[in-house]
């Protein structure tokens, strides 16, 4: 690694509470949560179950099996579970059927609009009252959905929004698929900004990233499950790319090797932030489990497993992550384990007035960058969205 020179020579920020009391554990530690608390259960839903239960489901209600698919096809590929838009169902008993398949699982409680109608955040009440969002993005040639997978999260990093709201409970898989089935409603309304001359993509999300409010292999069973079903063809599920859908992690390390050994090619990103575990510790607490190599190594593993390229985030935080020499060692520990399974994504963090957590200033990032790139590192800046509409997720949860 490179001697830090004078270019170096700024202020190290440590990462602080700003406005919150951070729970701990007796030892002092900042405590970490990966249980879920006992509420009471969403009610089953179409998409928490196979092809099969859902014919299962149907018997058990008094119906024939084959209205599932019926049922599935307005809920997969029409994106609604209106009982009134479903007229191939028997109006007799219509109501009762779409109820017992598809219960209400979510009421949006606000919206807000940035980027010229090329963003939505939206903000949803579960059937408890608990809260949770998601962000639906435009960009050319594809649309993103952010997707929360937690109520909360029990990581309890100090810098994040949501890990300052503890953990709620663990959401459903149907409440997973839910948010993507209610953007592309949105998107088929046309609440979505409009499609740009000559693009030929379909009007309906495209890319799913699992960055929304809580830790996703934290709640493991129920994370796969909406990803088998979101990539089930139609009408069994929303016939999405694997390859399109990124499930990110603060770096529960056996569940990485889990994730590994799933056989389905989703991309994988491991939020870092720190290269070094004397910062990452305090940035990241569950890095006092499993450590930055530790870390790394599960990211190279997963790689060797699946071939897919693994992504590493890292929030440029202004004077507490972004000096030269970190990413000089962030090139270093990445080049050790090989070449071409990695590539880097700086995020400039959504800055906050008045506070220690902001963003980098954009030379100290274009040298970040250049330093990387200068290793051998593919790196790419990520393109943020949504900043004046509290884009990062929790903030807009947690002002309601």
Known sequence: MAEPTVADARPQVRPATEGWQQAKDGTGRPLLQFASPKRGKPPVHL???????????????????????????????????????????????????????????????????????????????????ALVESVLMRYPGRITLCVSSQAGCGMNCPFCATGQAGLTRNMSAAEIVEQVVRANRAIANGELGGKRPGETTLERVSNIVFMGMGEPLANYGRLMSAVRTMVAPQPDGLGMSARHITVSTVGLVPAIHKLAAEKIPVTFALSLHAPDDELRDELIPVNSRWKVDEALDAARAYFDATGRRVSIEYALIKDMNDHGWRADLLAEKLNARGRGWVHVNPIPLNPTPGSIWTASETAVQHEFVRRLEAAGVPTTIRDTRGKEIDGACGQLAAAD
Do not use: C
């Open 47 to 129: 998409a928490d179950l196979t092809p099969e239960e859902r014919k299962a489901k149907l018997v058990e209600l008094g119906m024939p099996a084959f209205r599932a698919k019926q049922i599935a096809t307005h809920y997969f590929t029409h994106y609604t579970s209106d009982p009134a838009e479903m007229t191939d169902l028997p109006a007799a008993n219509r109501e009762e059927l779409v109820r017992g398949l598809l219960p209400p699982l979510m009421t949006e409680v606000r919206r807000l609009t940035t980027d010229k109608g090329d963003t939505i955040k939206f903000l949803w009440k579960l059937h408890d009252g």
